[in-house]
Nanobody, 118 residues
């Protein structure tokens, strides 16, 4: 497992932007698939975006065209650039990692809160 630390959350106005960062420990970062999930109270955690070790990306339908996931293997960091934010994007955002070729994300950060005001 890797240690993950998120940052960059905060308050934004609807239509605004935020960039989340997730710093990972360890030397195997480039071999990990990475993901961003989010959760609101009373609801299940949901996938927002994923990026594989080979840079293939996938997005939740409602964030396509607004959010971009990227990674910098030299800095052991994954990013989520969020634009045109909506009130429904308000949630705690979590970074997750899994070893390439495995099905389960087994490393999680502590989460960073994003609040979008309308």
């Amino acid at each position: 497992q890797v240690q993950l630390v998120e940052s960059g959350g905060g308050l934004a106005q609807a239509g605004g932007s935020l960039r989340l960062s997730c710093a990972a420990s360890g030397s195997s970062f480039s071999r990990n698939d990475m993901a961003w999930y989010r959760q609101v109270p009373g609801k299940q955690r949901e996938m927002v975006a994923t990026i594989t070790s080979t840079y293939t990306t996938n997005y939740k339908d409602s964030v396509k065209g607004r959010f971009t996931i990227s990674r910098d293997n030299a800095k052991n960091t994954v990013f989520l650039h969020m634009t045109n934010l909506r009130s429904e994007d308000t949630a705690v955002y979590y970074c997750a990692a899994r070893r390439r070729g495995t099905p389960i994300y087994n490393s999680w950060g502590q989460g960073t809160r994003v609040t979008v005001s309308s």
